[in-house]
Structures are given as C-alpha cells and as structure tokens.
C-alpha cells in the first residue's frame, strides 16, 4: 500500500487500551481503502499515496502545537488523555462521515490530543500554531469547544516543514455562538488537514483560509448544519507555489432548516502550480429555506498552471436559493486595458487585479494581510 | 494661435482583417471642444480605443501626434501618462479594488510617472472629495468596489470622477451622455464644463445633441465609414438631428 508500514501503525495502536477495540476496527477500515492514491481518491486531487512514500521515518511523532494563551477564564487549552474524552465525542466524526481514510487514520492512531474550551467572549485573537521536525507522521487532533453565545477569533497557523502531516480539527459552535477562524497554511510538507465543524442553532462559522503552500496540501472541511438558523462560510484564497498542490475540499450539510452556506475561493497559479476545488452542498428534503453559494475564481498565469473546480449540489427540497459559479482563465484584457489607460504599466494593472480578488476575502484590516506573499502585501 | 494637441494624418486601422478606419484626418488644439458623431459602426469606439493604445487594432498607415509626440507605438500607459484620458463607453468592473484605493493608485502613479512626489493621504483625501462633491458623489460611493453593481449612470459619473482626479490635457468621452438620466446629465456636464480651461481640451464621442448643448463644442465632425466626411460649427449637430446621418454617406 505505502511506505507507511502497516506493522507500525498496528503496533502503535496497540500500546494503549483506551478505546482499543473500536479504534482496532476503525483501523480496518483505514486498512480497507489505503492512504488516497489516484485509484480510489476524490476528484483530481494530488496521489497522497506516492508523497506519503517519501516519509522516511514511519514512526508517528507528536506535532509542536502552541497556543498564544494558554490558560486564563476566557479560554482554557490543554493536551488530553483519551481516557478523557467521551466516547460519543471522541468517535462523533465517524458518525457523520463515512470512508474518509485520513479520518480513519487519525482516530484510530492518533497520540495527540489538544482541547481549547472558549468560554467566555474573547476581544483578541488567540493564535494556534502547528508545525512539524523531521520527516516523520504526524497525527494531531484539536477539538476547539466554543460555548453557547460565546464569540471568538482564531488565528490557526499550520507551518509544518517536513514529513506527512494528518491534522484533525473539530469545532463545535453551541447556540448563538460564533466562530471566526483565519487560518494561514504555509507548510512545505505534505499535509491533510480535515475540518469537522458542528453547527447548533444559531451559531456561525466564518473562515477565511489564506493557503500559500509549498509542498502538497489538502484542505478539507466538513460543515454540519444541526441547528436551524445556523450559518457558515468558508472563502479560500490559493497562491501555492511553484510545483505544489492546493487541494481544497468543502462539502456542507444543511441538515436543519433556515440555514445558510457561502463558500469560494480565488486561486492565483503561476509556473507549475495546480489548485483543485471541490465544493458540495447537500441539503435533505426535509430541510426548508435554505440559502446557499459557491462562487469559484482561477487565475492562470502561466501557460503550466491548473485549475480545477467542480461545484456540486445535492439538493432534495424546492425550497432552497442556491447559486454557483465558476471561472478560470487569465487575467482579463479588458480590465487590463482599463487600468492601463488610467496610467498603470501592465504589471502593476496585474496586481492591482489580482490584490482586488484577494481583497474580497481578505479585507484590507484582516490579520493574514501580514502572511499574503510578499507580491500580494 | 493655440498649441497643437493631437493631430491624426490619414489614419488606417484594420481590426481582425477588416478596414475600420479608411483615412481619418482630426486635429484638435489647446482649449478646444471637439465633438464626433456618426452613425452606428463608423468606427467612433475604434478611434477611441487606437488613441488610447488598445492593444490588437492593426494601424495600417497614417500618423497620430498627441503633445508633439508621436503615439501609435505606445503603451496605453504612457499615453495615460503623456495627459491623455478616455472615459469609456462600458466600464469595466474590478471587484476587491474600492474607488478611495483605485484613485489613489492612479493618481501616484500619474504623479510619479511626471516627476512629482504623492499627496499626503490627508490631501489626497480632500482633493477626492472636493471632485466627489461636483459630482454629487458622497463619501459612501467611494468605498465601494469599482463599477461592481453600479447602475450606468453611476458607472458613467464614476469615469468623470476619474477625469477631474486625473485632470488631463485632453479628455476623450466616449458616450458619456448614454445612460445618463435628466439630472445625472446635468450633473456630468456641469462638471466638465468646470474642468475646462485653457491648458485642455475635449473630445466628445456622442449620438445626441443633447450633450452638446451643455457642453457647446468648437467643432463637429461627422465620421462615417471610418474618416471625418464633414466638418462644422455647432449647426452641423443640428442638421444631423433634422436629417440623420444617411444623407452624409
């Protein structure tokens, strides 16, 4: 299957008793389908499965984790046993999604557990940074509890430099909570990182995601509307670098009625990047005046470059205002020409553009205006 | 006598393999109104377009002199940047880029390209709104992202802003008046009215008489089939009002 010797998983598994046999068993569904690889995995995402051979050491070590507070009475942050989580919390994502092997993998032999509890509103930012040291697997999992009516922002850093990075984030918004999360991925490692948010009524979600990678990464969240009324959006810009792969996955489920969903991104590839997106929203038929967006923008600028974006909808009720779309191309001429006869030289009419697109989703005060590549500051 | 701005000699363009202006001949001087009328496809948006440095228009023959320099191998940039503007017949939208910034932008980048050091933001910002306040344009209009969701009228008055901000020798309007409603109209010529002096000069792209009438020009050509077939005083807007362009082929 992988370089990833099954032997070591097997053996880091059985270690520990906590859990054991339902993590055992959920480790022979990770076994069944194998580390994604163009043969099984979604739709024209980078093969996981040949970057995952160049992982040397298939030992799995913990991730440096910080937190910019660790502990006061608005929030509280620590590394958990998994003895201290409940069952019904520490297998919740199973639950909800089925056959996703990184999940699998995750859970099943996972080490590093980290809580953050917010608990009351917080006025600043609290930054989390992940990173990696040595070419190694890392299995990190974070559970962020935010309380009912409680308002919070988190700057959520992944800057994993080596190895194989599977991160597994989960966010559980209680009632008229709210969510604002401002990731920056600039990891060189190959890295997947899973989001699993629960929505209680009247909670909401806003993420913005700056991915700048320069190795292959994948991005994927997963969005779980329980309470009506509830909201999210996850809008993403993508520059990677040259060579790298930008995956980006958001898959909704509005499962109450009454909710709304935006999700988009702006994709900036030059040389020979690749940038693929898929979005999906399923909303079951029971669920009434649903509102939901997919907006995807690709700018190609090299001959090399790809974009790939695949909107999808499942939708099972009439009573839904749902919209999507989706270009890709090079800058356009016209808008060129525009700027160009008010006195801009081509270059800077190019960046002017493409800053524009990137100041859609990051508003000129937004704290990742400070990690935009150097071009787009 | 006035100084010579712009001069086109027999001017030749082919656009995709087909002859759209055949020999056009228009010299406007300093502090002059011209204005060019024609019928649909004579080739009005296309002159336009070639004095502004649109790239893919395939000038076959002639000349075009603008400030003494010879301009149909530059950059639209640096015609911009000699003093030239165009207001353009469809703006285009640029989403993420708010007015306050564009203007901004441009203006540096005018100022730099003569030699001049920017305004403090604190200057530039007054010099903005006394433009806005011409044109009836408050500061919540400048916030927003350039011509995205903007009605014609509002897109039409945001390319005059930009003309008073950048304040250039000659000024091209290319149907400006279209889409502009009763009021709007008088609130757009008034400002180009207050702009012109003696160190610029007009060209006004136009179908209607109405413009004109606010805005009374030095000069009225008529283009049809891609060169000026007359030439004349106000009057000759008034005859094509009357008579329509067929009798000028």
Same mark, same amino acid.
């Given at each position: ?7 070591? *998983? ?67 942050? %620590? ?75 988190? /700057? ?16 559980? /918004? ?7 999360? %401002? ?7 190959? /890295? ?6 629960? /929505? ?100 190609? *600028? ?28 090079? *800058? ?21 553009? *493409? ?23 | ?11 030749? =363009? ?28 004579? @080739?009005?948006? =296309? ?20 400030? @003494?320099? #010879? ?20 703006? =285009?939208?640029?989403? @993420? ?76 309007? #290319? ?5 502009? #409603? =009763? ?41 049809? #089939? ?24």
């Amino acid at each position: 299957m992988i370089n990833l010797t099954l032997d070591n *998983l097997e053996k880091n598994l059985k270690k520990e008793d906590t859990y054991k046999s339902e993590r055992i068993s959920i480790f022979e569904d990770f076994v069944k389908v194998g580390l994604p690889s163009s043969k099984v995995d979604r739709w024209k995402y980078f093969d996981l499965s040949s970057k995952a051979k160049k992982v040397k050491n298939t030992n799995i070590k913990d991730s440096i984790i910080s937190i910019s507070e660790k502990k006061s009475d608005k929030l509280n942050f %620590y590394t958990a046993q998994k003895k201290d989580i409940a069952p019904d919390i520490y297998f919740r994502p199973k639950e909800f999604i089925k056959n996703e092997p990184m999940i699998d993998l995750n859970i099943s032999c996972s080490n590093q557990v980290s809580v953050l509890d917010i608990k009351s509103d917080q006025e600043e930012i609290t930054t989390i940074t992940i990173e990696s040291d040595g070419e190694n697997l890392y299995l990190p999992r974070i559970l962020i509890n935010v309380d009912k009516g409680i308002s919070a922002k988190i /700057l959520l850093k992944n800057l994993s430099s080596s190895g194989l990075t599977n991160l597994l984030i989960e966010y559980s /918004l209680e009632k008229d909570s709210n969510l604002e999360i %401002y990731r920056f991925n600039n990891s060189e490692s190959t /890295l997947v990182e899973t989001n699993i948010v629960y /929505l209680k009524e009247r909670s909401n979600l806003d993420l913005i995601n700056l991915s700048t990678p320069k190795g292959s990464s994948r991005f994927q969240l997963f969005s779980h509307h329980l309470g009506s009324f509830s909201l999210s959006s996850c809008n993403t810009v993508s520059i990677p670098s040259n060579n790298s792969n930008d995956d980006i996955l958001i898959d909704n489920s509005l499962m109450s009625s009454d909710c709304e969903n935006k999700s988009g991104i702006r994709a900036i590839l030059d040389s020979k990047s690749i940038c693929s997106f898929q979005s999906l929203i399923d909303i079951k038929d029971s669920v009434i005046r649903s509102k939901a967006e997919q907006d995807c923008k690709g700018f190609l *600028l090299s001959d090399d470059s790809v974009m790939n974006a695949k909107p999808q909808m499942n939708i099972f009720n009439d009573d839904v205002i749902c919209k999507h779309g989706a270009t890709i191309g090079s *800058l356009d001429k016209q808008e060129i020409f525009y700027l160009c006869s008010r006195g801009l030289n081509k270059k800077e009419a190019e960046k002017l553009l *493409l800053n524009g697109h990137i100041s859609e989703y990051i508003k000129e005060n937004s704290i990742l205006r400070d990690y935009l590549p150097g071009d787009f500051r | 006598m006035s100084k010579e701005l712009l001069n086109i000699k027999d001017l030749h =363009v082919d656009v995709e393999g087909k002859k759209i202006l055949n020999g056009l001949n228009l010299k406007i001087n300093m502090n002059e109104i011209h204005a060019i009328m024609g019928p649909n496809g004579a @080739g009005k948006s =296309v002159l336009s377009n070639v004095l502004s440095g649109k790239e893919n228009y395939n000038v076959t023959s002639g000349s075009i002199k603008f400030c @003494g320099k #010879d301009i149909i191998n530059l950059l639209s940039n640096e015609i911009s940047n000699l003093g030239l503007f165009m207001a353009f017949q469809y703006p =285009v939208e640029i989403p @993420g880029v708010t007015i306050m910034n564009f203007l901004k932008t441009i203006h540096e980048s005018k100022r730099k390209a003569n030699g001049n050091e920017p305004f403090s933001p604190s200057e530039f910002l007054n010099y903005v709104r006394e433009k806005a306040e011409i044109l009836d344009l408050d500061d919540e209009i400048l916030k927003r992202q350039l011509n995205v969701g903007f009605s014609g009228g509002e897109k039409k008055r945001n390319e005059v802003l930009q003309l008073l901000v950048l304040d250039p020798v000659l000024a091209i309007l #290319d149907e400006t008046d279209s889409g502009l #409603d =009763v009021d709007a109209l008088d609130i757009v010529s008034n400002g180009i009215k207050g702009m012109n002096n003696k160190n610029n000069s007009f060209l006004i792209i136009t179908h209607y008489k109405k413009l004109l009438e606010k805005i009374p020009p030095n000069k009225v050509h008529i283009l049809a #089939d891609g060169k000026i077939v007359k030439s004349g005083g106000p009057e000759l807007a008034d005859e094509i009002e009357n008579k329509g362009f067929e009798s000028f082929n």
